[in-house]
């Protein structure tokens, strides 16, 4: 099994920075991705930044230019860091690990609440 540690959720103003990280820990073979999700009240969870196989960062378009997603691989840790944050960024924070091989599996972290207050 793979556990996922979060951290650094909270409050802030519009227009001020948050740094999440999360540290992956337990049977880790392989990984064919590793980022971060976000799920507002009433909408469907998305994909928010990660960081797949060959080091192919991705970026939902509503972040682009404001968060970085960057991996430390010997602590298997995964950090964003959100810039020029938006009330539209307010959600619940999820940190996903996909593993690689013959039977690939997805692993959520337990979330942690950002708000961004106007």
């Known amino acids: 099994q793979v556990q996922l540690v979060e951290s650094g959720g909270g409050l802030v103003q519009a227009g001020g920075s948050l740094r999440l990280s999360c540290a992956a820990s337990?049977?880790?073979?392989?990984?064919?991705?590793m980022g971060w999700y976000r799920q507002a009240p009433g909408k469907q969870r998305e994909l928010v930044a990660d960081?797949?196989?060959?080091?192919?960062?991705n970026y939902a378009d509503s972040v682009k230019g404001r968060f970085t997603i960057s991996r430390d691989n010997i602590k298997n840790t995964v950090y964003l860091q959100m810039n020029s944050l938006k009330p539209e960024d307010t959600a619940v924070y999820y940190c996903?690990?996909?593993?690689?091989?013959?039977?690939?599996?997805?692993?959520w972290g337990q979330g942690t609440q950002v708000t961004v207050s106007s």
């Open positions: 960081i797949r196989r060959g080091n192919n960062v």
């Open positions: 996903n690990l996909k593993t690689g091989g013959l039977l690939p599996k997805d692993f």
């Open positions: 337990g049977s880790i073979v392989s990984i064919n991705a």
